[in-house]
T-cell receptor, first 117, second 113 residues
Framework: ETGVTQSPTHLIKTRGQQVTLRCSSQ?????VSWYQQALGQGPQFIFQ???????GRGNFPPRFSGLQFPNYSSELNVNALELDDSALYLC????????????????FGEGSRLTVL | DAKTTQPTSMDCAEGRAANLPCNHS???????VYWYRQIHSQGPQYIIH???NNETNEMASLIITEDRKSSTLILPHATLRDTAVYYC??????????????FGKGTKLSVIP
């Protein structure tokens, strides 16, 4: 059973640029969510995808967008990067309760660390 | 989701039980208590969750008070590898299957040799 994998692990961008982060969910999981973790803080929910549609969003502006593909992998896109976007971006997968998932447990990847200069 | 309060940091001697408290006085009847931990430079890891009964698994035990306003995560024999930030989260299942978790700052547990 493969776990959640994210790429790239580290990247550096400059203000105003755009970035795409990728996530492969754990085998058998159909729900993917993304979190942003600033240094010294707990992870903050960005949004979640189920059946290729966004079905939950946290307090993040529209320049944060995402996609989920038929194989349940996902992308997080951030446009017009700002210095405050520097953070660890975490992807988590789970099996939806609607599809028979039981515990609601999230399985997190190791994250992509983004630095905006 | 209800808010939780945890101590900022705790120390525990290696081999002893680590007891991590969490207050959630505004918890609703349909909200579960979840515990996750995050070892430095890794993604959060699920530990355990419960509704009102005490729960135990291979990693830890979860004790929830009868009024459900507080809980304690117990690591029975702490090892150096248990040094991490521990997050207590309360949330309800969403009918749409949403798994939004609201993380606070958690408790930094340091296991001392």
């Amino acid at each position: 059973e493969t776990g959640v994998t994210q790429s790239p692990t580290h990247l550096i961008k400059t203000r105003g640029q755009q970035v795409t982060l990728r996530c492969s969910s754990q085998s058998g999981h159909n729900t993917v969510s993304w979190y942003q973790q600033a240094l010294g803080q707990g992870p903050q929910f960005i949004f979640q995808y189920y059946r290729e549609e966004e079905n939950g969003r946290g307090n993040f502006p529209p320049r944060f967008s995402g996609l989920q593909f038929p194989n349940y992998s996902s992308e997080l896109n951030v446009n017009a990067l700002e210095l405050d976007d520097s953070a660890l971006y975490l992807c988590a997968s789970s099996q939806s309760l609607l599809a028979g998932g039981r515990t609601g447990e999230l399985f997190f990847g190791e994250g992509s660390r983004l630095t905006v200069l | 989701d209800a808010k939780t309060t945890q101590p900022t940091s705790m120390d525990c001697a290696e081999g002893r039980a680590a007891n991590l408290p969490c207050n959630h006085s505004t918890i609703s009847g349909n909200e579960y208590v979840y515990w996750y931990r995050q070892i430095h430079s890794q993604g959060p890891q699920y530990i355990i969750h419960g509704l009102k009964n005490n729960e135990t698994n291979e990693m830890a035990s979860l004790i929830i008070t009868e009024d459900r306003k507080s809980s304690t995560l117990i690591l029975p024999h702490a090892t150096l590898r248990d040094t991490a930030v521990y997050y207590c989260i309360v949330r309800a299942y969403s009918g749409a299957g949403s798994y939004q978790l609201t993380f606070g700052k958690g408790t930094k547990l340091s296991v001392i040799p």
